[in-house]
């Protein structure tokens, strides 16, 4: 496997395989004859990450779910970059993209419960670097899909990519402490209450009267409520919220002297 950079002008490797379905399918270049074929490798890495997390995924372990050699991986996929760009693309094609309706609230909700539930399907999407989107078929419709659902609001188009991107950045942080909490009760026998049960003893003891006033009402309200440690119920109020704010700025962006390009 070469690591030599690409040359100048030189299509990235990642973006071609993505549209190997139109580019036509990439052809191994050294190795025994391709026994298994790029989608397959594709799933199994899924499969790796899914089961045991993104830190797991390796070519060689790719290789031996599907029983080739470790080298001959690199004849379907150059690398685990380009793999994980694979990955990427072929989970945002999972959930259907239903036709945008209803009110801006509804539609808003529907972006962000696709991405919702796709962390929560693939939770190794939580620890990928998205500074550079894999630009795959997927990726590309849920984005078209998105912007549609906004588009004609009277926002310029550098809003509707930012209202987008606020919406889908927002289920990052409810989706983690999901992913967290789920983890953790797998790992324990003992509940949340349990835990605090256990330790409200030292934390009296430690806690001087007065104190943190606020925090220990607060505290006994969320308690009553059984809303600690409840993160599918902070993403819906959160995402409220959210959603609150782009309404309210979209309403202001509609008055006489408000249109027009958006500061940056």
Do not use: C
Not at 42 to 53: F, N, P, Q
Not at 58 to 79: F, H, N
Not at 114 to 133: G, K, Q, Y
Not at 235 to 244: P, Q, S, T, Y
């Amino acid at each position: 496997m070469s690591t030599e950079p690409l040359a100048s002008g030189e299509p990235d490797r990642a973006l071609r395989l993505l549209w190997r379905d139109r580019l036509g399918q990439p052809v191994g270049s050294r190795g025994p004859k391709q026994r298994t074929s790029v989608d397959a490798v594709v799933d199994a890495a899924i499969t790796i990450a899914d089961d045991e997390g993104i830190e797991a995924l390796s070519m060689r372990r790719v290789a031996e779910r599907l029983g080739l050699r470790p080298m001959s991986v690199y004849t379907y996929v150059p690398g685990k970059a380009e793999l994980i760009d694979l990955m990427v693309d072929r989970v945002a094609g999972e959930q259907p993209l239903p036709e945008p309706g209803g009110s801006l609230r509804t539609r808003l909700e529907q972006v962000a419960r696709l991405t919702w539930n796709e962390f929560l399907r693939h939770p190794w999407l939580l620890s990928i670097d998205t500074s550079r989107p894999p630009l795959g078929p997927n990726v590309s419709d849920r984005w078209e899909w998105s912007l549609r659902a906004i588009d004609g609001l009277g926002l310029s188009d550098v809003e509707l990519d930012r209202v987008i991107t606020l919406v889908t950045a927002f289920v990052v942080g409810p989706a983690r402490a999901y992913v967290d909490a789920e983890r953790l009760h797998r790992a324990s026998t003992e509940s949340d209450e349990e835990w605090w049960e256990r330790n409200a003893p030292v934390l009296d003891r430690v806690a001087e009267p007065g104190r943190y006033p606020i925090a220990a009402r607060v505290g006994r309200a969320v308690k009553a409520h059984d809303a600690s440690g409840d993160p599918e119920r902070a993403f819906a109020f959160g995402l409220a919220r959210v959603i609150d704010g782009i309404e309210s700025y979209v309403a202001a962006r509609a008055k006489p002297g408000l249109s027009g390009p958006a500061a940056s």
